[in-house]
């Protein structure tokens, strides 16, 4: 799927994307279902879109948001200032993307993680791959954040301290 960068700049400045929010439950298996289903049903849309499920709450409480957003430069939609300077208008052809993107304190110095799911027309060819990669790819930052939780509560456990004395 091929976008201008005035529709794109468009749909960045004026809002024009598509947003949607989920809670995903807190387990051993995170439920990406409604997020895949979303996607599928709005994968064609000209505006761009967002879709989030948040993990205790978010980053906003303290948890993990996971999401899946379309652009054709792999920033967060929310960076429209950066992302004012990075898109020409005048090009014709550029390729929407679909991006993952992990928010966590533990994810990295910024909080924020994001990564190529694929582009749309791959998406559109063979979803099923992609869906795997997506899925496979926010288990193991998942599974990042637990080792990194899981260091800091071995280092603030009193039994593994030593004393000086």
């Known amino acids: 799927m091929q976008i201008t960068g005035e529709k794109a700049l468009e749909n960045i400045l004026e809002d024009a994307i598509y947003f949607y929010k989920d809670t995903i439950l807190d387990s051993d298996h995170i439920a990406l279902d409604n997020l895949f289903m979303i996607l599928d049903k709005h994968i064609h849309d000209d505006n761009f879109i967002h879709i989030t499920g948040e ?5 906003t409480e303290g948890g993990t948001t996971l999401t899946l957003e379309t652009n054709i430069v ?6 429209t200032n950066q992302l004012r300077k990075l898109i ?6 550029n390729q929407v993307n679909i991006y993952m993107i992990i928010e966590n304190v533990d994810v990295s110095q910024s909080n924020l993680k994001i990564a190529l799911a ?8 063979d979803d099923a791959s992609v869906k795997i990669k997506i899925s496979q790819w926010f288990d193991e930052q998942l599974a990042n954040i637990v080792i990194a939780q899981n260091k800091v509560e071995e280092n603030d456990d009193p039994e593994n301290k030593t004393s000086d004395n």
């Open 55 to 59: 993990i205790n709450g978010g980053i």
């Open 74 to 79: 792999n920033l967060p939609l929310r960076y």
């Open 88 to 93: 020409w208008p005048e090009k014709e052809d």
């Open 118 to 125: 694929s582009s749309v027309a791959a998406y559109l060819d």
